[in-house]
């Protein structure tokens, strides 16, 4: 097969990869609202090397460092299958001085997690002896929470959806010792949408809203990795916040229009800040057939304090304080930490497999119905194969245990709502990685 046939296999499996991820929807399942899965040659590993691995063109995607020591021009397309469940059981809920008069649900409540596809395309061209051109197309922030229109919280959220779509390019420069410096932009799409139920505040009665946002905003991304000696690779990387300036609006449904008081739709603006991370891991060859990796990566969720969504008039006429909303978060830094291990069979057969634990940034205090996140930890393996000199194909498989979350609310007006949410995750992931 020529080269020219062979880029527009890539060139058309990684646009129909582009498309897939502009359409689809995010789910989280690492902590906060991040969407980890950007390789499925990492997610065999649970994402050990993922600041150290040159595998394939979808390993450079954390790190761009990796992408001045790839030796040839390579291209990668997959896409990961996650199915979350998350049930919340021991379900209290009462009405407020506002929701006295509702009826609300208890005890139990099925699943409100989404499942989601996450597609993800990465390229690598080699330039010169010296430089290396990279890109990267993932996913990395991501949420949809969905509940029924009765649950017992409807007052504190109801569904909740985050989409993103990040675009890295990396100019990456290698030296003659084995170190190898990345730099690069991020260019971030994001779109969000919140809804909950909204109280009549002149009699019984409710409604709902909706309100939602997008905006395309920028950051930047640098890494190192380096062979220090033969077989044992350093490798050290940051990821940039990116502030969003949302622009949309607040929409209310026919229900809320027609309450005593009514709601009035508005424009709607919103500063969102997806955060800052570092990454930094070792690698080494233990001899021609294992290698071991390890990863931690620290991300500071600090960003994810407040979360106001400003109005352009007032929502209720009478209602002075009805130009704006918020939801407290008060989200802290969290930790991530994997170890893995690579086992090349043959010729044409490798295995991975490793572990990892997840730390939630989010607080008792402030967990939410939007997202009840807790504690994870990460069991995965994964399989290569080499179909071709020219291409290979890797699957990786991940389950998720969480820790039980806890949620307990409390308003005087939306009244008090308290559930213990029990969740885990599957997660199959895909590869097809092709080199020239």
Same mark, same amino acid.
């Given at each position: ?82 199915? =979350? ?33 996450? =597609? ?5 061209? &080699?330039?010169? +002896? ?9 996913? =990395? ?34 030296? /003659? ?7 690069? =932009? ?43 000696? +033969? ?5 050290? !990387?940051?990821?940039?916040?990116? &502030?969003?300036?949302? &622009? ?13 008081? !009514? ?12 955060? +800052? ?17 390890? /990863? ?31 939801? +407290? ?8 930490? !994997? ?52 291409? /290979? ?28 949410? /029990? ?11 092709? &080199?020239?």
């Amino acid at each position: 097969m020529s080269k020219f046939t062979k880029g527009c296999l890539w060139g058309a499996a990684s646009g129909t990869a582009l498309l897939c991820a502009l359409a689809s929807v995010g789910t989280a399942h690492a902590s906060g609202f991040q969407v980890r899965e950007t390789s499925g040659t990492l997610q065999g590993s649970s994402y050990a090397g993922m600041s150290t691995l040159t595998t394939d063109a979808s390993t450079m995607g954390n790190n761009p460092g990796s992408v001045g020591l790839y030796e040839e021009t390579t291209y990668s397309v997959g896409g990961s299958i996650i199915r =979350p469940v998350a049930k919340a059981r021991n379900i209290s809920a009462k009405g407020g001085a506002r929701t006295n008069t509702q009826t609300f649900n208890q005890g139990s409540y099925k699943d409100m997690a989404q499942d989601a596809f996450v =597609p993800n395309t990465h390229a690598v061209w &080699k330039l010169n +002896e010296k430089f290396n051109l990279g890109i990267s197309i993932t996913s =990395p922030w991501g949420l949809v929470t969905d509940y029924e229109p009765d649950f017992g919280g409807r007052f504190y959220g109801t569904t909740s959806s985050i989409k993103t779509i990040n675009i890295k390019p990396v100019l990456a420069y290698r030296f /003659d010792n084995g170190l190898s410096v990345g730099l690069g =932009p991020q260019i971030q799409q994001m779109d969000a949408a919140l809804s909950k139920s909204v109280t009549n505040l002149a009699g019984s009665g409710e409604g709902n809203s909706e309100v939602s946002g997008d905006s395309v905003d920028f950051g930047w991304t640098t890494g190192i990795n380096w062979e220090v000696i +033969e077989g044992t690779r350093v490798g050290v !990387a940051y990821n940039s916040e990116v &502030k969003h300036d949302l &622009k949309g609006k607040i929409d209310f449904d026919s229900a809320a229009e027609s309450l005593t008081l !009514a709601y009035i739709d508005r424009n709607a603006t919103a500063e969102v800040i997806t955060p +800052e991370s570092f990454t930094f891991g070792v690698s080494h060859d233990l001899s021609d057939k294992w290698t071991v990796m390890a /990863d931690a990566q620290w991300t500071n969720w600090n960003s994810i304090d407040t979360l106001t969504f400003n109005f352009d008039g007032r929502t209720l006429a009478s209602v002075a304080s009805s130009t704006s909303s918020s939801d +407290e978060f008060k989200w802290g830094s969290a930790w991530f930490g !994997a170890l893995g291990t690579q086992y090349q069979y043959d010729e044409n057969w490798a295995f991975t497999g490793g572990l990892a634990f997840d730390e939630t940034p989010v607080k008792d205090k402030y967990r939410s119905v939007r997202l009840p996140d807790s504690n994870r930890y990460w069991v995965s393996v994964g399989a290569q194969y080499k179909v071709a000199d020219w291409v /290979d194909v890797n699957l990786g498989y991940t389950h998720i245990f969480a820790h039980t979350a806890e949620v307990n609310l409390s308003d005087e007006n939306l009244g008090n709502y308290s559930a213990a949410y /029990d969740a885990h995750v599957d997660i199959i992931a895909l590869q097809a990685n092709f &080199k020239f």
